[in-house]
């Protein structure tokens, strides 16, 4: 174990027997779950390679409740750890020894449908797909489609931030929200937004998006829904080189077109898509673009051949257009299994998520097949080209001494490598715990003490999600007294945690 | 009244530094075109006009970035030149606050944010900022966000400094995505309805699959159109094929609510759209001015309300399919901000006063009032930036 998370604090443990009894005066039974075996399915997110056991699983089915919560919490100076489907890639929502884990799973209810409005509020527990699905029938969606939308909830998606294969035309999740409510630690609570389309004075709203979960519990959520296209068609083109499909992949956005989609996939990926279930894909392409135009008919009739030319012009190998709506899933299908295609060539993969400037892209990729050669591993490429987001996947043993060690090694390298040609750690899969020790590679110590200023504003006592995001933990008072000159910081030898 | 004007980063941070060491209030300029919105602020000049210059732009990768200092409308040219904008359709001011037009910096735009009638489709000047560099209250240089499409690394501090006044921080470089500009656009009019009707026409085309890029409502009379009836605005922008297109299905789906239809070919529309973008329905009245955001559905409400309490409104209209009403009275010293302000919290939304004289907008509340949790809380978010109270002291509300 390489991650190092804030020691248990004796004090918290030594009084669990008074927070249980404090906590099942105030909530129904079925929503505390104490006994180990049940809080042991509680113990990681979707990045399971750390774990740990949470002092209680809280699951409140009222905003009462969780205001109720989050003031005791503040009052008996417990940690709380947010959790919404706990999908996190990152170890957003990986539990506390000495925290509350609370639960927003029961929240699962969509509360109300505005076609007039282009709107819905919904529960912070509701399925990302859940709610596209119940306005399908009105020919409406909800845009942001993470790979996980059959299980991750809203209101994680707002914690993240999250992404999908759509977010080049349609935005993040930060685009297609209107308002939230958050309980903030100590039990208050704020609503931001609305129905109306803009906010006033500080953009809270936008602030919370993205903020993994340490700032405050959304309890509810007002999304923008989006009348859907009426026609959709992909196109499947393949390349003799990675390089070839980048090019191709700049030249659609030179020319002017957002395509609804515009994804890439390498040949180990694309190799392991169709062991995993075949679905017409070109065995002799190094890589495979798919691209996605959506729109009216005569637009998408029209863009079809502008982007065929475009490939044909960057050396496609395979041109192949979708002539119905079954072919165009199609093309998507393999993508779509990718993650656990590969995970069955693996057997494990570490997924990085960095994002880079697109036309770094050929450069990129030379530098991650070196350093994959240095650490003796192999990475499949699977990337969000159209907006330079990367997900390299690190395959390892875990069953072999030192891999996890060298994966994660590899991992840091790539990263670094993103930085360093003008690009981030994190793409959509947020901080976590995972490169929470990486943000120096981005920030300096100036920049990230003004973030923790912004957290103290929300949470003064460091109780909500801490050991998340930040490399180092410091006291609120120490950071509203603490001067940063030129990047030096008047305690550079602190411990971490 | 001295002026200070620092020729780079490191000296803007050296002045807000020396400014917290004796506690003296600034206050941020570019070119001075906005510095009559919001309460007037108190404080020294602090003028980052020297901060110019386009520092990155790569057509390809959809990514600009200039010093807080630059003209905006210089940086309009350079994105026109290669068919790109800032998709949110940026307002300028200026008309509707009695100076030129085209005056203002684009650190001036961050700090006012919003966005213009594509703020329907494309969102607004927050949906478009991917990061800053900036010289906090605290006098401390801070980087955040940066330059690619895609980023969740750290806390996205680009949503709080857009729309903040330069209460937080003195930017110094921003980076916005640029998009491609469509290749034509046409707008199609609904003359002739009532105003609940014609709103309700703005809505029923929002939620089409036609993709308006603009939804406003031009009560009778009201510029740029003048026009002796009602007129619902609709825009469609892309490649000409699919604006063609559209605009018949367009024109079908509306057909039964009676009316006539009118189409504004290009230059017609580009026009329409920009005086609507800069408020020319009530920037031409002598008067105050309100912005006010609301549910779309709930815009008529809010004028058949205001109607209802006989409010003195010289002049109206509406964009964003009615959820952007601006709304134009007869002066009075407290601006009818109760009678406004009710109306508005009954539906949900805020009212922003934006012209109206310097003691005017002292003595009233510009900004809607907050709940009183939600009040501390930004009041606490400003603290972690300026805990001085530096930075344009007084500038959103009386107490900071």
Redesign the interface.
Known sequence: MTLLMPAPEPEILSRRDELLARLRAMLPAQSVIADETARRAYDCDAFTMYRALPLVVVLPETVAQVRAIMALAQEMNVKIVPRGAGTSLSGGSMPLEDGILLGMSKFNRILEI?????CARVQPGVQNLAISRAVEAE??YYAPDPSSQIACSIGGNVA??A?GVH??KY??T??NILGLEVV?MGG?????G??????????????M???EGLLGVVTEVTVRIL????VARGLLLGFASVEAGARCV?AI??R???PGGLEMMDRATVDAVERFQPCGYPSDAAALVIVELD?????VD??VGVVEQIAFASGATTTKVSTSEAERLQFWAGRKNAFPAVSCIGPDYLCMDG?????KLPEVLIGMEALAKKHGLRVANVF?AG???LHPLILYDASIDGDIARAEALGVDILRLCVAV??????????GVE?RDL?GE??NE??????M??????DPAGRLNPGK?FPTLRRCAEM?MM??VAGAMPFPDLPRF | MTRLAPRDEAELAEAIRAANADDRPLTLTGFGSKTRLGRPATGEELSLAALEGVTLYEPEELVLSARAGTPLAKIEALLEAHDQHLAFEPMDYGPLLGLGSGEGSIGGLVAVGGGGPRRVKAGALRDHLLGFRCVTGRGEIVKSGGRVMKNVTGYDLSKLVAGSYGTLAALTEVTFKALPRPETEQTLLLTGLGEEAGAAALRQASGSPYEPSGLALLPELAAPLLLAVNAAAIRLEGPTISVARRLDDLRALLAERGGAFETLAQAESAALWRALRDAAPVAGQPGQAWRVSVAPSDGYALVAALREAEAPLLAHFYDWAGGLVWLCFEPAPEAHAALLRTAVGRLGGHATLIRASAEVRAAVDVFQPQARALAALTRRVKESFDPAHILERGRLRAEF
Do not use: W
Not at chain 1, 194 to 207: I, N, P, R, S, V
């Open positions: 505005d076609y007039e409005n282009r020919g409406f993240e931030n992404g977010c080049l935005g993040l930060t685009n903030l208050e609570i704020v609503r931001l609305g129905k109306h389309l803009d906010g006033e004075l500080y953009d809270l709203m936008g602030l998006t993205g903020s009348r859907k296209p009426p700049g956005i030179a002017g077109i957002i729109g009216t008919a005569a637009e029209s863009l994002t880079i400037p697109r036309g969000h907006d330079g987001n003008g690009g981030v750690l994190t793409g959509e899969h947020g901080v490169k943000m981005m920030f100036v920049d990230l003490a003004q973030q200023r912004v957290k103290c504003a929300f995001v509203g001067h940063v």
